[in-house]
């Protein structure tokens, strides 16, 4: 029922298209925007907003002659909104691409939307491996969890760790991350505990307690963005920070957004990704300071720099097709390739996932702050999942 109104809808749209001419429907290209805004993930919209408007206020809001539109839409975090707002923008304002989605649901409840209506839709944050391969019309500028932890399990192998207890948020990135780590740790012969803990509103506190009883060198952790401080809260109030448990995980946990307010029980901490405020390199002590300057108390985490890439990659596409949506924009973005200030990134023309180096880095005062720094470089890493299913 939905879906007819839907494409009754659409074709409306279209008819209205036709009807107003296509020189008017051609000047502008509308990018629909939709993060959450509002509720326990404000922080990754805010920071994504921030990088695409950073990005198109430093490269213009015209291209390919095309006047760019960015419409910003909160769906709250809420997977059923994010569907309706995609709908919305697609039948009403007609964007050419979505962009967006905070959280894995978020991601995966337009991309049906994507495929019929053929609107490109750009992940920006949501990082769950198998995303891509819910619509032909994704195509992804964050990372998969599977890609940033593989390396984490080598590393932890490599350095005398060898029992580890894995906690996780309990939906799709954390079981991706606590399965890549299990899987590659194992086969380095260490040993492993697995305990996932709610999404929503987490209690960490019966967790740790366990923690504190299995005595692991290490205690592996993921939590989405946004969610680090209230995990090393409880971490210290179990007094685990002074019990030589060593923390390790994807860098989603010590987020360059929250990383400085932690405080000193975050230092030392390892954790292996793609992006760290503290990346040495010119494109990314630029990208630093500008995002700073535009945006005076924050500092550009990992969705910053997912959202500025994102930009990136739609600027270009549309270069590419000389404005135009639909097919020919997503194969346009296939295989395209670029300096980001993570380092050096294309696009998987097969998986439409990102291809980028993973750092390991370890927490440190740096002039005062708390930053992830960098210590050694994975080059040019794929998502594992779907590499070996390629394989
Ligand atoms: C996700 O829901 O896919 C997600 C959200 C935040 C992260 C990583 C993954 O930091």
Same mark, same amino acid.
């Given at each position: 029922m939905r879906r007819r109104t839907f494409m009754r809808a659409a074709g409306a749209a279209a008819v209205t298209l036709a009807l107003s001419g296509a020189a008017l429907a051609q000047e502008t290209v509308k990018i629909g925007l939709i993060l959450p805004m509002t509720g326990p993930f404000a922080?990754? #919209?805010?920071?994504?907003?921030?990088?695409?408007?950073?990005?198109?206020?430093?490269?213009? /809001?015209?291209?390919?002659?095309?006047?760019?539109?960015?419409?910003?839409?909160? /769906?709250?975090?809420?997977?059923?909104?994010?569907?309706?707002?995609?709908?919305?923008?697609?039948?009403? /304002?007609?964007? *050419?691409?979505?962009?967006?989605? #905070?959280?894995?649901?978020?991601?995966?409840?337009?991309?049906?939307?994507?495929?019929?209506?053929?609107?490109?839709?750009?992940?920006?944050? +949501?990082?769950?491996?198998?995303?891509t391969?819910? *619509?032909?019309?994704?195509?992804?500028?964050?990372?998969?969890?599977?890609?940033a932890t593989v390396p984490m399990a080598e590393w932890a192998a490599q350095n005398g760790i060898k029992k580890v207890v894995t906690l996780v948020s309990d939906y799709g990135p954390g079981i991706d991350a606590e399965k890549a780590f299990t899987g590659a740790f194992t086969a380095k012969g260490g040993q492993v505990e697995n305990l996932r803990v709610p999404l929503a509103n987490p209690d960490f506190s019966p967790f740790l307690q366990k923690v504190a009883d299995a005595k692991p060198d290490a205690l592996f952790v993921f939590v989405p963005s946004g969610i680090g401080a209230q995990f090393m809260k409880q971490f210290v109030e179990r007094g685990l920070d002074k019990s030589g448990v060593k923390l390790i995980g994807p860098g989603d946990v010590t987020d360059d957004d929250i990383l400085n307010g932690m405080g000193d029980v975050a230092l030392g901490a390892i954790t292996t990704q793609h992006y760290s405020a +503290?990346?040495?390199?010119?494109?990314?002590?630029?990208?630093?300071?500008?995002?700073?300057k535009a945006n005076p108390n924050m500092r550009p985490n990992f969705m910053a720099v997912g959202g500025y890439d994102g930009m990136h990659l739609i600027y270009e596409g549309l270069k590419k097709t000389n404005g135009q949506g639909g097919q020919a924009l997503i194969d346009a973005m296939k295989g395209t390739s670029w300096t980001s200030p993570r380092g050096p990134v294309s696009i998987d023309p097969q998986t439409r996932d990102i291809i980028q180096n993973i750092y390991v880095r370890k927490v440190e005062?740096?002039?005062?702050?708390?930053?992830?720094?960098?210590?050694?470089?994975?080059?040019?890493v794929k998502d594992p999942v779907k590499a070996a299913k390629a394989n």
């Amino acid at each position: 029922m939905r879906r007819r109104t839907f494409m009754r809808a659409a074709g409306a749209a279209a008819v209205t298209l036709a009807l107003s001419g296509a020189a008017l429907a051609q000047e502008t290209v509308k990018i629909g925007l939709i993060l959450p805004m509002t509720g326990p993930f404000a922080s990754t #919209g805010r920071q994504i907003e921030a990088a695409a408007r950073l990005y198109m206020q430093q490269q213009g /809001d015209t291209v390919a002659g095309k006047k760019i539109q960015l419409i910003v839409k909160d /769906d709250t975090g809420v997977a059923d909104v994010t569907k309706r707002l995609a709908q919305e923008l697609i039948v009403n /304002d007609k964007i *050419s691409v979505m962009a967006g989605f #905070g959280l894995t649901p978020l991601a995966l409840a337009p991309a049906p939307l994507a495929t019929q209506a053929k609107v490109p839709a750009v992940v920006m944050a +949501a990082a769950t491996a198998t995303i891509t391969e819910a *619509s032909p019309f994704i195509v992804r500028t964050s990372f998969t969890l599977p890609q940033a932890t593989v390396p984490m399990a080598e590393w932890a192998a490599q350095n005398g760790i060898k029992k580890v207890v894995t906690l996780v948020s309990d939906y799709g990135p954390g079981i991706d991350a606590e399965k890549a780590f299990t899987g590659a740790f194992t086969a380095k012969g260490g040993q492993v505990e697995n305990l996932r803990v709610p999404l929503a509103n987490p209690d960490f506190s019966p967790f740790l307690q366990k923690v504190a009883d299995a005595k692991p060198d290490a205690l592996f952790v993921f939590v989405p963005s946004g969610i680090g401080a209230q995990f090393m809260k409880q971490f210290v109030e179990r007094g685990l920070d002074k019990s030589g448990v060593k923390l390790i995980g994807p860098g989603d946990v010590t987020d360059d957004d929250i990383l400085n307010g932690m405080g000193d029980v975050a230092l030392g901490a390892i954790t292996t990704q793609h992006y760290s405020a +503290a990346h040495d390199s010119p494109e990314n002590k630029a990208f630093v300071e500008a995002f700073k300057k535009a945006n005076p108390n924050m500092r550009p985490n990992f969705m910053a720099v997912g959202g500025y890439d994102g930009m990136h990659l739609i600027y270009e596409g549309l270069k590419k097709t000389n404005g135009q949506g639909g097919q020919a924009l997503i194969d346009a973005m296939k295989g395209t390739s670029w300096t980001s200030p993570r380092g050096p990134v294309s696009i998987d023309p097969q998986t439409r996932d990102i291809i980028q180096n993973i750092y390991v880095r370890k927490v440190e005062r740096v002039n005062g702050e708390l930053y992830n720094v960098e210590f050694a470089t994975i080059p040019n890493v794929k998502d594992p999942v779907k590499a070996a299913k390629a394989n």
